[in-house]
């Protein structure tokens, strides 16, 4: 049974693996500067709510704490944003799963695309 059990978690997870897309920064404009996402961090315990707008400004709402401005850019094949006082972050890959759900390193986040 635990071999089973085992064995059917790998299949999902190499699955996942080899249906993900890794971004290249014309992709990451194309499919989520404009969109509005909602977004889980497991690796900071967060989630929240962005919106990327095309003119390089950004909006973002954590945990349900008052909205934060903020701006982006792509470096390379790397989504970046800064908001209120905080340092520039960037991802170090965004990996395509379907249509609306994106992985985004190193927040080990979930990104779906809600409009």
């Known amino acids: 049974m ?3 059990i085992c064995a059917s978690l790998s299949l999902i997870i190499s699955t996942s693996a080899a249906s993900a897309a890794d971004l290249t920064g014309d992709q990451i404009k194309e499919k989520l500067i ?4 909602k977004w889980k961090a497991e690796k900071y ?4 709510v962005t919106k990327y707008n095309a003119d390089g400004t950004a909006t973002s709402n954590m945990d349900g704490k008052p909205e934060v401005a903020g701006t982006w850019r792509i ?3 790397n989504l970046c944003d800064k908001f209120g006082k905080q340092k520039e972050s960037c991802t170090t890959r965004i990996d395509q ?6 992985y985004l390193e190193p927040y080990q986040a979930v990104s ?3 409009d």
């Open 2 to 4: 635990r071999f089973l």
């Open 34 to 37: 404009g969109h509005t996402l």
């Open 45 to 48: 315990k967060v989630s929240g």
């Open 75 to 77: 470096k390379g094949n």
């Open 97 to 102: 799963i379907d249509d609306k759900v994106f």
């Open 112 to 114: 779906i695309i809600v």
